[in-house]
């Protein structure tokens, strides 16, 4: 993506073509593999390897940060860590979103490796007492379907356990889990899925007349999210060249210090004066970052409002992919305990916005037009579901009712 120029990078212009052609396909959800056979297709060769691409070479791309215009450098003998800036290539909301993929995608990996059937909510899902991602089981010949916590087996394979404690539920001294019975896989997507449905439509904010009222003015306008977006940018790179001549300062300092160019006294507060300058800007440039990543969510919240508001009435009829990328749009997680007493799960569905409960009060009510204001609800509610054996019969006592 870059070439010397002047002993400085510059961005190669075709190459850096290919890089945000790569990072794309990475936001979009594509896999190395699939990148591979596009990349080998295409005749562009990788620099360093004559042929075709490898999956390690595309997986390492992704991660680079010179492609967000930075990248660190640690001197040998001082292993003083410095931050060099180059001109970015990526934008910067979608260098964040494809390492978020990454994340993901490294916790699921031996379990894509064997995954062959469809989960709903196993991606939402986390255990809410040891805090394991919620794993998926499916026996199609022993009519099986369970998300579970995989903490237990994990550490069966490991070795944490001792020997004559292998097979004892729930925690074993510091190790193990008390979210030791699974759910059962149809009923929790049901309880879930119509929970979801249920605080949708019954939403202020989501409604359609406060759609552009409410979201328009609690996030921004389209253009106004990509005008601070452009903002951030620049402010970043602003920060990051300012953090570079305050490290070169301080190396510079350094070196005079021990040729004994400074007395003892001005050399400490110099260096002191440096170091407060220095751990600023990383302030400012962490705090620029944050802001990054938050106008890059909510700029993807308001394409899911977009994508779906219309389509409240029309739930039932979104295919298995659609109503995963529904769900993931706006939910933030799902947490997950077990109730041993009284034989049942409690999940804590944990929404992107305030929707649980909200409304909105009129200045006015026999005037509408005076105007309103918007009570903003919980953005958790809760779900109780019964435990199931394997076959999906109830094991709570038939005198009991849970609803959803």
């Known amino acids: 993506g870059y070439e010397l120029v002047d ?4 961005i190669h212009p075709e190459e850096s073509k290919w890089i945000k ?6 936001y979009q959800g594509k896999s190395p593999i699939w990148i ?3 990349l080998d297709q295409s ?3 990788p620099r360093r390897k004559k042929g075709s691409w490898s999956i390690g070479s595309i997986s390492r791309l992704s991660k680079n940060t010179h492609y967000i215009g930075s990248y660190t450098w640690e001197d040998k003998k001082s292993e003083e860590v410095i931050t060099c800036t180059c001109p970015p290539i990526v934008d910067e909301t979608v260098w964040n979103q494809v390492q978020e993929k990454r994340t993901s995608s490294a916790l699921r990996t031996k379990q894509k490796n064997r995954t062959k059937h469809f989960y709903l909510l196993r991606d939402l899902m986390w255990c809410g007492d040891c805090g394991s991602k919620i794993a998926g089981r499916t026996k199609p010949s022993k009519n099986e379907q369970h998300y579970y916590c995989p903490n237990k087996e994990r550490n069966w394979v490991k070795g ?3 020997k004559d404690k292998k ?3 729930g925690k074993v001294g510091t190790h193990g889990c008390s979210t030791v019975r699974s759910l059962n896989i149809p009923l929790t997507d049901q309880f879930v899925w119509n929970k979801v449905l249920e605080i949708v439509s019954e939403s202020s904010i989501l409604k359609e007349g406060f759609k552009k009222d409410v979201l328009q003015s609690k996030y ?3 253009g106004e999210n990509k005008k601070q977006l452009q903002d951030g940018k620049k402010k970043s790179r602003r920060l990051m060249k300012e953090l570079q001549q305050v490290q070169s300062s301080i190396a510079e300092v350094e070196t005079n210090n021990l040729l004994k160019r400074y007395d003892l006294e001005v050399y400490q507060k110099i260096k002191s004066n440096l170091d407060s300058e220095l751990k600023s800007i990383k302030d400012k440039i962490e705090q620029t970052r944050i802001k990054t990543k938050e106008l890059g969510e909510q700029k993807q919240w308001l394409d899911w409002i977009e994508k779906y508001h219309h389509r409240i009435g029309e739930m039932t009829s979104l295919s298995e ?5 529904y769900l993931t749009g706006i939910l933030d997680r799902i947490e997950v305990q077990y109730d041993s007493d009284k034989k049942e799960h409690i999940l804590d569905i944990k929404f992107k916005l305030p929707l649980v409960g909200d409304g909105i009060e009129y200045q006015d009510k026999k005037n509408k037009k005076k105007g309103y204001r918007v009570v903003e609800g919980d953005p958790v509610t809760g779900v109780k579901i019964p435990l199931r054996d394997h076959t999906g019969k109830s094991k709570v006592p038939p005198n009991e009712t849970i609803q959803p």
């Open 321 to 325: 992919t659609e109503g995963k990328d």
């Open 36 to 38: 591979k056979s596009q």
């Open 160 to 162: 944490t356990h001792p």
């Open 7 to 10: 002993k400085k990078l510059s």
């Open 220 to 222: 921004q306008s389209d």
């Open 43 to 45: 005749g562009m060769e």
């Open 21 to 26: 052609k790569i990072f794309n396909w990475f």
């Open 167 to 169: 097979w004892k539920r």
